[in-house]
């Protein structure tokens, strides 16, 4: 009929936009074009990289998927495990994932190994074996930064490590090689041999924050930058302390977790949240960002290892990239954690 306006009925079943809604944004992340070179390695990464600790442990396969989905739709492009966390369990996780998104090639893996019950210690033997169980977990032909633990092996020569490590890296299995748990005194030694042909260390994982500084800080924080290490702090929220969503001992669980959050729950860990929370509620972001933006407001520091449980503590996590802190807010958490 002439003059009736006519009105196209939505589809059966569609959902009503509301005029709100934000435009979906196409394309890749942006965090995808933020990189940093990995010391040394040759490799570029997002400078805040997501450790696998949590996967397999305290959350389940499908968990830990949502985990690392929000962590690449924020650019991320970094993974750090264990072969020892969760027995093994971590690794499969990631793999599994890696091999399920069809994005293996896109993500640098990092692997720490040493301290698996079937394989422990930095010997020839078991190096290898560790290194081949890794590969077989992950299912990957190839690991990006292998970090040798010596943390967990006191015998094995230097030496033999390393000419292990040549090998591994001649094979193809490993790309660059990593330290943790090395004394200042070991990673001068591994240096000289790098001069006499064997692979050289070129990333450093150190246990660091601004309140655990007393390992790093010194000879090591030294060698480190004249060696231009690329340093990766592991333990970089203390447990989660530096989250400040922790601060009753009446909340915490009977465990090795709630133990290492109580012993922070005095006063130097509260002067240093407090700190933690004026600048958050000065800069709109969250407490956990700020800790994240402190150790990369360190030179040596290239990128700092964090764990999440939650997609949402990846979206805070994040934000400390993008956080800048000023003289007078480093100053205020260096007063605070004196």
Not at 79 to 93: K, Q
Not at 212 to 236: K, N, W, Y
Request: proline share 5%; glycine share 10%.
């Amino acid at each position: 009929m002439t003059g009736e306006r006519v009105v196209q009925a939505e589809p059966v079943g569609a959902p009503a936009t509301h005029p709100s809604t934000p435009i979906p944004v196409h394309g890749p992340p942006i965090g995808s074009r933020l990189r940093v070179p990995l010391g040394e390695t040759g490799l570029s990464i997002f400078p805040l990289i997501l450790g696998g600790a949590e996967f397999g442990w305290r959350i389940d396969l499908s968990a830990s998927h949502a985990v690392l989905d929000a962590y690449r739709a924020r650019g991320g492009n970094a993974l750090h495990t264990s072969d020892a966390s969760a027995s093994g369990r971590s690794e499969h996780i990631i793999g599994r994932w890696l091999q399920s998104r069809a994005v293996r090639d896109e993500f640098v893996l990092a692997v720490r190994v040493g301290s698996h019950p079937d394989n422990p210690g930095l010997g020839s033997v078991n190096l290898v074996r560790a290194v081949e169980g890794s590969l077989t977990r992950l299912g990957t032909d190839r690991i990006d930064v292998l970090y040798l633990d010596a943390a967990a092996d006191s015998t094995t020569a230097l030496e033999d490590t390393l000419a292990t490590a040549e090998w591994l890296v001649d094979s193809g299995k490993v790309r660059a090689i990593g330290a943790a748990g090395y004394t200042a005194l070991q990673l001068v030694e591994a240096r000289i041999l790098a001069s006499a042909g064997y692979p050289r260390i070129a990333a450093l994982d150190v246990p660091y924050n601004l309140l655990h500084r007393a390992e790093f800080d010194g000879d090591i924080r030294l060698i480190a930058g004249a060696q231009g290490l690329a340093v990766t702090p592991s333990q970089a929220l203390e447990h989660g302390y530096l989250t400040g969503r922790h601060r009753d001992r009446a909340g915490l669980s009977v465990s090795v977790r709630g133990s290492q959050l109580a012993a922070w729950m005095n006063r130097r860990g509260t002067r240093a949240l407090r700190a933690l929370d004026r600048i958050s509620d000065e800069l709109s972001v969250p407490t956990a960002a700020i800790a994240v933006a402190w150790l990369l407001a360190q030179r040596v520091v290239a990128a700092p290892i964090v764990n999440a449980s939650l997609p949402g503590h990846v979206e805070e996590l994040v934000q400390g990239v993008g956080t800048r802190l000023g003289r007078g807010h480093l100053a205020d958490v260096a007063r605070a954690v004196e």
